[in-house]
């Protein structure tokens, strides 16, 4: 591959929670423990799964019946986190994920990250786990809204300079389609993260259960 090839393939966007790192578990104990702090039932994989989405807020409406006042909001938000990256520093890449990283840039083709994690606890994770240099660029979340992903991509590709067209994102998460959507961009859905392959499916994009599978359905997609 001569260097320029990653000019004219495709372009990776990669999600980070529950797409290269394998935090579900994580997540579940998080959730759960931020529920037992209001007196919520816990929930289980299947139901979290089922049931995920954002905005957040959402998500806790269809688990609790109607949406969370403000105050449970500060509460549980606040509650999930603390829990969160308790347990988040002993998480693990996907299976396989370095290995593919460093092939793919390797081979000249680019790639970057894209997450709704907070950027300040974000990026020295992703060093943690040795794979940074493997990315172009990447961005956390830097505000304090529960909104989706779409705005967040639009300014990541603008600072990227990559043309919408040449890009595949790859995320666990219907809005992870619903953002590459927005720019104009392709994705593929892995389902080892925050939702069922069922839930994927509804998404209309290709839905994967391997992140090797992931990025040899990226390289096929037009």
């Known amino acids: 591959m001569g260097k320029h090839d990653g000019l004219r393939g495709k372009h990776l966007v990669w999600d980070w ?40 807020p959402k998500f806790y409406e269809r688990l609790m019946g109607r949406l969370p006042t403000d105050a449970e909001w500060t509460v ?17 890449l ?22 709704l994690a907070p950027h300040a606890e974000l990026i020295p994770l992703v060093r943690r786990h040795g794979i940074a240099e493997r990315f172009l660029r990447m961005d956390g979340r830097v505000d304090t809204s529960t909104d989706g992903k779409s705005g967040h991509m639009v300014r990541h590709l603008a600072a990227l300079r990559v043309a919408a067209e040449r890009v595949v994102v790859i995320g666990d998460a219907a809005d992870d389609a619903v953002a590459a959507a927005h720019v104009g961009a392709r994705a593929v859905l892995y389902t080892g993260g925050s939702h069922s392959r069922a839930s ?5 994009v290709p839905v994967v259960d391997s992140l090797e599978e992931a990025v040899a359905v990226a390289e096929e997609l037009v």
Do not use: K
């Open 17 to 56: 929670n529950g797409t290269l790192l394998d935090d579900i578990g994580a997540v579940i104990g998080a959730t759960n423990a931020a529920f037992a702090e209001l007196g919520l039932e816990p929930i289980t994989l299947e139901r979290y799964r089922e049931l995920y989405t954002v905005p957040v």
């Open 76 to 92: 549980m938000d606040g509650a999930f986190h603390r829990h969160y990256w308790q347990r988040a520093e002993s998480c693990g």
């Open 94 to 115: 996907t299976s396989g994920a370095a290995e593919l990283l460093a092939a793919r840039q390797a081979s000249g083709f680019t790639q970057s990250l894209l997450s």
């Open 200 to 204: 994927l499916s509804r998404v209309g």
